[in-house]
T-cell receptor, first 114, second 115 residues
């Protein structure tokens, strides 16, 4: 089955700096890669996703890049703000193969220091 | 519109008791997923329902875990003879169509504590 590794497990940045979180996956058939943000005690919220036919996607201060050959994808947050502080999870799924279960990384706790 | 809802929000039970957790997906969403999140860990897939198809139960950790989905909407996750290692947050998610749109929207979760 799929295995997703996520690094780093914790990340502290100064407000205004950029943050980068990296994930690798094992199943070359995976074709959908979402990122979720989870604030303390809250539900995971989808913040951005990318499909395997695209190399990069941006949404304001957030971007995701995908390297299918190397089987890794990354989340980039620019101009970080204190409200970006949360745990971020990457995930992967095959999709289209009968089940769309997500395999998650173990999460990155991002702290943005004012 | 209304998001995914789950009940109860918290459940404390004694070891050996059975528990039922409920999930109401977003109206019109045909796919429903259950995940488990242990303290400080990522989310672990448990089971997936899509329309009238047979559920994908490949993530259930033991035969003490079961789930059903009635009428293609509400789902119940049942854990029999609970053990302390079952303590976790149980999250439900739904998506519009498993085959075309992959975006999964999560409920607030049920925090289960087994004493």
């Amino acid at each position: 089955g799929e295995n997703v590794e996520q690094h780093p497990s914790t990340l502290s940045v100064q407000e205004g700096d950029s943050a980068v979180i990296k994930c690798t996956y094992s199943d070359s058939a995976s074709n959908y890669f979402p990122w979720y943000k989870q604030e303390l005690g809250k539900r995971p919220q989808l913040i951005i996703d990318i499909r395997s036919n695209v190399g990069e996607k941006k949404d304001q201060r957030i971007a995701v890049t995908l390297n299918k050959t190397a089987k890794h994808f990354s989340l980039h947050i620019t101009e970080t703000q204190p409200e970006d502080s949360a745990v971020y999870f990457c995930a992967a799924t095959r999709g289209g193969a009968g089940s769309y279960q997500l395999t998650f990384g173990k999460g990155t706790k991002l702290s943005v220091i004012p | 519109g209304a998001g995914v809802s789950q009940s109860p929000s918290n459940k404390v039970t004694e070891k050996g008791k059975d528990v039922e957790l409920r999930c109401d997906p977003i109206s019109g969403h045909t796919a429903l997923y259950w995940y488990r999140q242990s303290l400080g860990q990522g989310l672990e897939f448990l089971i997936y329902f899509q329309g009238n198809s047979a559920p994908d139960k490949s993530g259930l950790p033991s035969d003490r875990f079961s789930a059903e989905r009635t009428g293609g909407s509400v789902s119940t996750l049942t854990i029999q003879r609970t053990q302390q290692e079952d303590s976790a947050v149980y999250l439900c998610a739904s998506s519009l169509e498993g085959g075309r749109t992959y975006e999964q929207y999560f409920g607030p979760g049920t925090r289960l504590t087994v004493t």
